[in-house]
Each structure stands twice: as C-alpha cells, then as structure tokens.
C-alpha cells in the first residue's frame, strides 16, 4: 500500500462525521425549568406566611426565600395578590390530597368501623390540622376578614374546598350510611380541631389537646353507633 492511499483513507475516515448527540429538547426544558421556579415561589410564599404572617409577607421577600431574581418573580407573577391567588389554588388540592393520604385505609369496607378505627381517625384529624399547608392556608384566611380583595379571591375557593372535602369524608368512610349524622361528626371534628390547632398562646395546649382528643373519640363513636341503630331500625 502507496504512502498516498493510506493518506486518502485517512482522510475518508476523518470525512465521515460522527452520530449526532441527541439535544435536549429546548422547549421542553424550558417548560420544565419554568415549572420548578413556579412551584420554588409558591413553597416560598407558604414559608413565608408560616414565619411572618400574611400582611408581612411581600413579593420581595418571597423571592429571596424562593432563592431566583426579582425579574424571575415578576416574570411568574406580576403582583402580591397573583401570587396570593396561586398559592391559595395551590393549597386547595394540596390539602385535599393530604386528607386522603392521612385517612386512606382507615376505614375498612370489608369491616364493621371499630373504635380504634375511629381513634385513628382522630388523630388523623389533629395531624391534618398540625400541616404546614393547613397553618398557611389559616392565615389567609384570617387575613381575609379584613382585606376585601382576599376575600374575594378565597372564599369561592373555601366554598369549593368546604365541599370537596365533606365529599372526601363520605369516601374515605363508607359504613356512615346515615350522612346527616357523618356531616354532624364531620363538624364536630373540624370545629374542635381547628379551635386547637389556632389556639397557640393556650397553656398547657399539647397535654389538654390530647385530652380533647379521648373525648372526642368517644363521641364520634357514638355518634356512629346511633346512626347505626337507627338505620337498622
């Protein structure tokens, strides 16, 4: 072999390009890496609501918990109240969704609901109340008294809320066949619960709560065992 055609093979070998690398798709990343920041913002605004209130809480400060740049802030969400507006909606299925998780096996269809089934549920209840999500989500709330823009935005969404989840409770226990007395049992545990979890000055709260808690077990059993009752009779 001449010193020629090695060098003209060579020089093929050198011509044939190499397989492309797949890209990342650009679009898709950048859908991607939009979502992320969306959803670092809204964890930050429940961050900050949890440590400095609602009236405390600015777009600025938002941003520096969320860790992005104030154009990035402002690029997702214009105003305080936009963000306020995503965060409340943002809460709406979140909390919907650790309801279920912290009552789901609770109830078992196959058997008659028992009194640890409903001590179970109790305490589901006082951890649901106990949720970061839950705490946020009161503290709009509470705000909402008094700022009519808030409210405006937040109480179609508790109204929605407030029926979803009473539709999760029926789900979630299905030998309540009597639902007046379900809704009745539902309240009283919603009421308390929530009058606890707000009560954070209260003396003494974590040793009476527990208290609150016996009790209210023995109640809603009984509440059951009467709605039972009465439907077989």
Avoid at 157 to 166: H, I, M, R, S, T
């Amino acid at each position: 072999m001449t010193a020629a055609s090695t060098k003209s093979k060579a020089t093929d070998k050198s011509a044939v390009k190499s397989p492309r690398r797949p890209q990342r798709n650009e679009k898709g990343w950048q859908a991607e890496k939009s979502a992320m920041t969306r959803n670092a913002i809204l964890e930050a605004t429940i961050q900050c609501l949890l440590e400095l209130g609602y009236a405390n809480t600015t777009t600025a400060l938002i941003a520096n918990y969320a860790k992005v740049s104030r154009g990035a802030m402002m690029h997702h969400f214009p105003s305080r109240m936009s963000v306020m507006r995503a965060v409340i909606d943002y809460l709406h299925g979140l909390r919907l969704r650790e309801y279920r998780e912290l009552m789901s096996d609770i109830d078992d269809p196959q058997r008659k609901l028992t009194v640890q089934a409903v001590r179970e549920s109790v305490e589901a209840a006082w951890d649901y109340v106990n949720l970061p999500s839950f705490m946020a989500y009161q503290e709009m709330l509470a705000a909402s008294r008094t700022d009519a823009e808030l409210r405006q935005i937040i109480e179609p969404v508790e109204k929605d809320f407030e029926k979803q989840f009473l539709d999760t409770v029926k789900a979630v226990f299905p030998h309540w066949e009597n639902l007046a007395r379900l809704e009745a049992a539902h309240d009283i545990v919603q009421f308390l619960m929530k009058g606890m979890a707000l009560s954070h000055m209260s003396v003494r709260k974590n040793a009476r709560a527990k208290r609150i808690r016996t009790y209210l077990t023995d109640i809603i059993y009984n509440i059951y065992q009467e709605a039972d009752l009465a439907e077989k009779g």
